[in-house]
């Protein structure tokens, strides 16, 4: 009874183990946020489904305006919990069926599928600019500062702007440069 039991707390830890580092694969170890790998399959997977069922989706390319000022101002620490709380924000944002992913640094993918109107991703967008522009409330250098942080999306649609996942993030990467501008 003893081996079992020493064999059952060791393939359940070995379970935990392997969850741990599915999820560390899969997920930005700052935000928790689906990273680059999950939203590339995520997105190829909204693509087939999309084509199937004659559907829309989109993707949105979020980038912070003036992040970098935050980290030299107020250090790494604050910019770390700003992009936390961008994530946040992000996540309550969208729908619970979408895909919000950290993409690196201080920018975001969001993948909005299923749409069946062109009038809903415009909607979504002013809902997610709102949202990134909720103040944070951080520990800086200098002890708790409340800080506000804009944003410019880029958006590609399927099947309109690209039939590939790299296509689609590429588009809206580029959208989002011109609405930097």
Known sequence: IR???LIDH?????????????????????TGLSNRVLFHDRLEHGIAQATRHGWLLAVMFVDLNEFKCINDTHGH???DAVLKSIALQLTHTTRREDTVSRHGGDEFLCLIT???????????????LVAIQVPCEVRGRDGLVKLWVGGSIGISVFPKDGASAAEL?????DAMYVAKE
Do not use: N, W
Not at 13 to 28: C, I, K, T, V, Y
Not at 114 to 128: G, N, R, Y
């Open 3 to 5: 081996e079992r039991t």
């Open 10 to 30: 060791q393939l359940a830890a070995a379970f935990e183990q392997e969850e741990g580092s599915r999820q560390a694969a899969l997920h930005d170890q700052l």
């Open 77 to 79: 620490q604050a910019g």
């Open 114 to 128: 299923p749409l069946h109107e062109h009038k809903h991703i415009a909607m979504i967008a002013a809902k997610v």
């Open 169 to 173: 993030i590429r588009r809206a990467d």
